[in-house]
């Protein structure tokens, strides 16, 4: 995966209902740790990462890039929202298209955050990168993961065995600036 390209960054802090889309700071890289290394996060998504490489290996700040966005509830993370250029794919009906992901911590599972602040990224998206579509993949046993796809307008392209596990490729189409 890289980068989306030249869009200007970083943007104001988007802010909906309830949260705050905006940049990592130091602040947020003790919730950077528990996220990665979260077995219960990592489900669907290949296991998590040892916690001590994590303290190891991760910067003071960190990393700031063009579409990594820290989903804030009340000034502290919950999350992170991720749109990247989906170069390295294997699947062609992804390759080059931004790819959308979202963590979020399990204590804040259940609330509709993921939703609210995976839809604010992609309105972000959409004003930055119009015409532009957006692929999501997810395991089709994550049942949360696949609800949200079709709430957030994706609709699926194929499936496929990755993982030891099926995958599900959503397609959200580009919209279309109207005037």
Known sequence: MIQLGSVAWPPVP????????????????????????????????????????????????????????????????????????????????AAGKADLGYLVLPRAWGSGYAAEACAAALDWFDGVLPEEPVVLTTQTANVGSMRLAAKLGFTEVERFEAWDAEQWLGLRSPVTPTG
């Not at 909906?16 to 889309?21: A, G, M, S």
């Not at 003790?30 to 994590?54: K, M, N």
């Not at 290996?57 to 250029?85: H, K, N, T, Y």
Request: cysteine-free.
């Open 14 to 93: 988007i802010r909906t209902e309830r949260l705050t889309l905006r940049e990592p700071e130091a602040r947020d890289r003790a919730t950077f740790v528990e996220l990665l290394a979260s077995p219960a996060v990592h489900t669907y998504l290949g296991g998590p990462r040892p916690r001590d490489e994590l303290e190891r290996e991760l910067p003071g700040v960190p990393e700031r890039w063009p579409g990594s966005f820290v989903v804030d509830l009340d000034g502290a993370m919950i999350g992170q929202i991720l749109l990247r250029r989906a170069t390295g794919s294997h699947r062609p009906a």
